[in-house]
């Protein structure tokens, strides 16, 4: 079983400790490193393989979904701006990295895409260090969508 559809089953089952909550089209979850705090995955489901994949009203969905999560980030962190990535060439099904870029970043880092970064060293989620901020993340995107 690939990451990412791992990743939805133990969302669907209410077995994956990252997930902030279930949006339209899928999962937004925290990143299982935060060397960016903030970092989010937007899974869809169910899984497919690339944005392509999607009809135009799910891929809709899926884009606004995305720019939600941004601006929750945005709005709990005070991130001076979003990236946001799809890519699918390591984990070819789709998956959108949402990175909080900001002010504070080393000068060599901040102008590059984020994996400039060592991801190796980088502080593991935990629950303990980032659980309010997923709290805070989600209560925005609940709020958002009317409750």
């Given at each position: 079983?690939?990451?990412?559809?791992?990743?939805?089953?133990?969302?669907?089952?209410?077995?994956?400790?990252?997930?902030?909550?279930r949006m339209a089209?899928?999962?937004?979850?925290?990143?299982?490193?935060?060397?960016?705090?903030?970092?989010?995955?937007?899974?869809?489901?169910?899984?497919?393989?690339?944005?392509?994949?999607?009809?135009?009203?799910?891929?809709?969905?899926?884009?606004?979904?995305?720019?939600?999560?941004?601006?929750?980030?945005?709005?709990?962190?005070?991130?001076?701006?979003?990236?946001?990535?799809?890519?699918?060439?390591?984990?070819?099904?789709?998956?959108?990295?949402?990175?909080?870029r900001y002010a504070?970043?080393?000068?060599?880092?901040?102008?590059?895409?984020?994996?400039f970064y060592d991801?190796?060293?980088?502080?593991?989620?935990?629950?303990?260090?980032?659980?309010?901020?997923?709290?805070?993340?989600?209560?925005?995107?609940?709020?958002?969508?009317?409750?």
């Open positions: 079983m690939s990451l990412i559809t791992q990743r939805v089953a133990l969302a669907r089952n209410g077995e994956n400790d990252k997930v902030i909550c089209s899928g999962w937004a979850v925290m990143g299982d490193v935060q060397f960016l705090q903030g970092y989010c995955l937007l899974l869809p489901d169910p899984v497919v393989p690339s944005l392509n994949d999607l009809d135009s009203e799910a891929r809709a969905l899926y884009l606004l979904d995305m720019a939600r999560i941004g601006d929750a980030v945005l709005q709990v962190t005070g991130a001076l701006r979003m990236n946001y990535e799809i890519l699918g060439n390591s984990e070819p099904e789709l998956h959108c990295h949402i990175f909080p504070h970043e080393p000068e060599d880092k901040r102008r590059m895409p984020a994996w991801w190796k060293t980088a502080p593991p989620y935990d629950e303990s260090l980032h659980g309010d901020l997923r709290k805070q993340i989600a209560e925005v995107l609940q709020a958002a969508n009317g409750g």
